[in-house]
């Protein structure tokens, strides 16, 4: 079965400074791995995936990821974090299941942006 | 604007009670799914439809009955609400079933809240 472990349930960085949040992976098969960002009280938006096209992935907000398989990790980053990046940070992996997809998501980091 | 629905976002109801959750998606996606995330922010797939066809049932109780009229509407019918059903319910959608790096588009959650 596939999984996803997420490092640390609370970040706390200061406005501009480097954001890292942590994800592992596990997985008998190449995976696909996305990253869902969840602001207070709405849906969960992408902020990208990656799909084996390329190893370092740039989604939206200035977001980005590398999927590095010999540490079985894809952790998301962001060079300087702004306060409106304050959200709940969700790592999945989607697996084929009888006959469909799911995603099957880590705990969740929330990011706290301080001034 | 074209997204996924749900209605309603905050539902307060009796235990023992009987209640809906209806989803629509306007994306032109042929799968949709229902995950359900606790108190604790986990997310938790339920089921996924294809087409108006059951393609996940991951071990729900069956008081959860799921129906799709058709490929963009996908309801959620929940009896005898127990206490430990309050949570957060999220529709989702996305393109073709059977391929795993499709993403899957979130809509804003219907929060249930059962006393």
């Known amino acids: 079965a596939q999984s996803v472990t997420q490092l640390g349930s609370h970040v706390s960085v200061s406005e501009g400074a480097l954001v890292l949040l942590r994800c592992n992976y596990s997985?008998?098969?190449?995976?696909?791995l996305f990253w869902y960002v969840q602001y207070p009280n709405q849906g969960l938006q992408l902020l990208l995936k990656?799909?084996?096209?390329?190893?370092l992935v740039k989604g939206i907000n200035g977001f980005e990821a590398e999927f590095k398989k010999s540490e079985t990790s894809f952790h998301l980053t962001k060079p300087s974090a702004h306060m409106s990046d304050a959200a709940e940070y969700f790592c999945a992996v989607s697996g084929f299941t009888g006959g469909g997809n799911k995603l099957t998501f880590g705990t969740g980091t929330q990011l706290k942006v301080e001034l | 604007d074209t997204a996924v629905s749900q209605t309603p976002k905050y539902l307060v109801t009796q235990m023992g009670n009987d209640k809906s959750i209806k989803c629509e998606q306007n994306?032109?996606?042929?799968?949709m799914y229902w995950y359900k995330q606790d108190s604790k922010k986990f997310l938790k797939i339920m089921f996924s439809?294809?087409?108006?066809?059951?393609?996940i049932n991951e071990t729900v109780p069956n008081r959860f009955s799921p129906k799709s009229p058709d490929k963009a509407h996908l309801n959620l019918h929940i009896n005898s609400l127990e206490l430990g059903d309050s949570a957060v319910y999220f529709c989702?959608?996305?393109?073709?079933?059977?391929?795993?790096?499709?993403?899957?588009?979130f809509g804003p959650g219907t929060r249930l809240t059962v006393l």
């Open positions: 997985s008998s098969v190449p995976p696909y």
């Open positions: 439809y294809n087409n108006k066809e059951l393609i």
């Open positions: 990656y799909t084996s096209a390329a190893t």
């Open positions: 989702a959608s996305s393109r073709l079933a059977g391929v795993s790096y499709n993403e899957q588009f």
């Open positions: 994306l032109g996606h042929d799968t």
